[in-house]
Structures are given as structure tokens and as C-alpha cells.
Nanobody
Framework: QVQLVESGGGLVQAGGSLRLSCAAS????????MGWFRQAPGKEREFVAHITRSGGSTGYADSVKGRFTVSRDNAKNTVYLQMNSLKPEDTAAYYC??????????????????WGQGTQVTVSS
């Protein structure tokens, strides 16, 4: 069973950048498709980005497309989320998740088997 730990969150001004990391242990990250989700207070957890096992394909929510980039380094067992041009509405706890078997979709929380504990991102206006 893989364990996931996110890091890199913090407080940033609007227009700034952050890079989140998701480090895996207890398993080989290259066996998993990976996703990033976020959850703001009082709201449901929502899809942000997805990357396939090899890193050859990615997908993004419309709200972050062109601003966020997901990548992975399987040799380091780590997935990244580069976030640029941050907006106050990006404020949320960000979670990485691992999907053992692709079942046709990757933007639902039910598509994923393992989750990290989250890292807080706060964007001030």
C-alpha cells in the first residue's frame, strides 16, 4: 500500500507561484496514475490535474488550464504540481491521489485508491 505525503503549500500573493510535491513511500509510484485535487472550506473536493503512469498524458480542470502543470519523476517517486498566476479562488487544501487501475475517468475522487493528507495553499488578494 502506497503512502503519499504532500508538501510545498503556503501563503502567496495573487499572481505568484508555488510548486507542490507529492512523495510516495511503501510502493512504486510508476505503478500508479496520479491526480491532484483540492478542497476549499465548505466545498466538495474537486479535480485539478491528472498524469498517467509514464507521464505521457496529462489532464486539467478548466479552471487551472494554462496556469498549472503536473509532472512526475518516477525515479524519485514524486509527483509535482507547478502553480503559476495564482488567484484567491485557488485557495484550498491540495491533495494528491494514486490510481492503481484506470477505469475510464480520472476526475472523480472515486477513481483513486490512495490519498495524501493534504497541504494548504492560501492566495491573498
Amino acid at each position: 500500500q502506497v503512502q503519499l505525503v504532500e508538501s510545498g503549500g503556503g501563503l502567496v500573493q495573487a499572481g505568484g507561484s508555488l510548486r507542490l510535491s507529492c512523495a510516495a513511500s511503501g510502493g512504486t509510484l510508476s505503478n500508479y496514475h496520479m491526480g491532484w485535487f483540492r478542497q476549499a472550506p465548505g466545498k466538495e473536493r474537486e479535480f485539478v490535474a491528472h498524469i498517467t503512469r509514464s507521464g505521457g498524458s496529462t489532464g486539467y480542470a478548466d479552471s487551472v488550464k494554462g496556469r498549472f502543470t503536473v509532472s512526475r519523476d518516477n525515479a524519485k517517486n514524486t509527483v509535482y504540481l507547478q502553480m503559476n498566476s495564482l488567484k484567491p479562488e485557488d485557495t484550498a487544501a491540495y491533495y494528491c491521489a494514486a490510481d492503481r487501475f484506470y477505469t475510464g475517468t480520472y476526475y472523480y475522487t472515486r477513481d483513486y485508491d490512495y490519498w495524501g493528507q493534504g497541504t494548504q495553499v492560501t492566495v491573498s488578494s
